[in-house]
């Protein structure tokens, strides 16, 4: 068998010796009644951003092979707000792809991620998933490039404190225990995601740490691996259940919330994107950030304000969204600057022979550059909408791409200073700012929906439902509100703790 698939901690990859984009539905059928599986669960993003599920039992081969083919109804006016009730009964069909087994479960039970039909039997426009979709074909049909993503989601995990070797506050940054209390909470959560099919990089510590009325407050990452778009998202929405579902099993909380108190590290949901051709990656062209990356960059620029509709869908999102919290407020982009909206992380280009360097036994090995050049886009937080975030990330790209002066977009908005800091201010000031509130992002939305709406990928339904919802927190001038009662800064934090 394939060194990849015997040493794959997937179980499905493992004994059907294939790539999940290949798994069939004879093979899902076989894997269940050779393990017998006795529950199938359907699952499937709703509105809130959380997954939905349906279970079925597994009886006989007559009703398993009904349920893989055919799916089952749901109300969809329950499940997406813009959804009439009169007109709401949606179809769920499973993609097999996403099958994997339920660690959690104590009845053997395999879990798959569902697409939304309409009683026509077509995708359903308005639906996350399809939506995504729908943006990267649109993508490839204009520009001849694939599209590729990755997150680093951010959590907290919230205890009881101890006060046995507290960590200093906001220093949390890649600790090790003892000062970091729940790196084996963090590895076990990495262990089941990747078992469920997630392709992590790493996890870490983060930096912010604190404690709160007798609760610690420790700030954790994971980060996945480059992957096509549509994976992407189906692996962060796995991962975010899976933490919560696991912390519950520990006896902990834990958070995506933007931002819990003021002075204090908000969560935020940084995307790193990458355009391909076919293996190859179109991002390094003779040692520097090719024009290709340039141009989607100036695509992400004109579209920056705009996408805070999607990544950013809460009123405390916008206390994340302020100067010196490493978390941008500027429209501009810089090489591994963490005050920039899109930052260019270290890609392996410096060609020195650093592995020799650190193990000289190593010297005359010749290694390849890795291809691992991304851009991240910093402003989503853990209130993100993940599907359409990227969706509408990879409607930003293309636009760069249609943008005649994509270029000089792209020089303008560069640059290689701390934007904060008081000798940039004249920088500072020559730069767009993002939104402020939710309010604001509606309206940027509302302005710029032509962008997101063209080659029908966004439909008006989706935009208008969206708009409607941000401006429905009535937050336009929650700032001046806030100095005024500071109480409610911890009220709202309350209200969206569990939000995406």
């Not at 996890?203 to 610690?216: A, C, P, Q, R, W």
């Not at 480059?226 to 579902?245: C, F, G, H, Y």
């Not at 063209?454 to 941000?470: E, K, V, Y």
């Amino acid at each position: 068998m394939n060194k990849y698939f015997e040493y794959n901690i997937n179980p499905l990859i493992c004994y059907l010796g294939k790539a999940p984009s290949e798994f069939t539905k004879k093979d899902i059928i076989d894997f269940v009644i050779k393990n017998e599986i006795r529950i199938i669960n359907f699952r499937y993003a709703a509105n809130d951003g959380r997954l939905k599920t349906l279970n079925f039992p597994v009886t006989n081969y007559q009703y398993l092979d009904s349920i893989l083919s055919y799916g089952e109804r749901v109300d969809g006016s329950s499940l997406f707000p813009y959804i009439e009730a009169g007109s709401s009964d949606l179809y769920v069909i499973p993609r097999f792809s996403t099958a994997y087994i339920d660690p959690f479960a104590e009845i053997p039970t395999l879990g798959l991620l569902c697409t939304y039909f309409t009683k026509d039997g077509l995708p359903l426009e308005t639906s996350p998933e399809y939506t995504l979709k729908k943006a990267h074909q649109a993508f490839q049909q204009k520009t001849g490039f694939r599209f590729e993503a990755m997150g680093e989601l951010e959590f907290y995990v919230i205890d009881n404190d101890d006060r046995m070797f507290p960590t200093r506050d906001q220093r949390g940054y890649h600790e090790s225990t003892p000062f970091t209390k729940y790196e084996s909470f963090r590895t076990d959560a990495m262990r089941l995601i990747a078992q469920a099919g997630g392709n992590i990089k790493y996890g870490h510590s983060e930096v912010g740490n604190f404690t709160l009325d007798g609760k610690i407050y420790e700030q954790n990452e994971i980060e996945f691996l480059v992957n096509p778009v549509e994976s992407a998202a189906d692996q962060l929405l796995m991962a975010k259940w899976i933490l919560r579902t696991l912390a519950y099993q520990y006896g902990l909380d834990i958070t995506f919330s933007p931002k819990i108190t003021e002075g204090k590290a908000g969560s935020g949901l940084h995307f790193h994107t990458r355009i391909m051709k076919g293996n190859q990656s179109m991002m390094i062209e003779d040692g520097r950030l090719s024009n290709i990356a340039r141009t989607a960059i100036a695509g992400y620029m004109k579209c920056a304000s705009s996408l805070t509709a999607f990544g950013n869908t809460n009123p405390t999102s916008y206390f994340r969204l302020v100067p010196h919290q490493e978390a941008p407020t500027s429209i501009c982009w810089g090489d591994r600057n963490r005050s920039v909206l899109v930052r260019v992380p270290l890609g392996w280009t410096a060609g020195s022979d650093m592995l020799s360097i650190a193990n000289p036994l190593e010297i005359g090995e010749k290694l390849e550059a890795p291809d691992k050049q991304t851009v991240e886009m910093r402003s989503p937080d853990g209130s993100a909408d993940i599907y359409n975030m990227l969706a509408g990330l990879v409607v930003a790209a293309r636009t760069g791409f249609e943008m005649p002066d994509a270029l000089q977009v792209a020089e303008s908005t560069y640059v290689d200073v701390n934007i904060h800091d008081k000798k940039n201010e004249a920088k500072l000031n020559s730069l767009e700012q993002l939104p402020s509130s939710c309010h604001e992002s509606a309206l940027q939305l509302e302005k710029n929906r032509a962008l997101f709406e063209a080659c029908g990928i966004f439909s008006p339904a989706l935009i208008d439902g969206t708009i409607a919802q941000l401006k429905g927190y009535n937050d336009e001038h929650i700032r001046e509100e806030i100095k005024k009662n500071p109480s409610m800064m911890m009220e709202l934090v309350n209200k969206y703790y569990h939000c995406g």
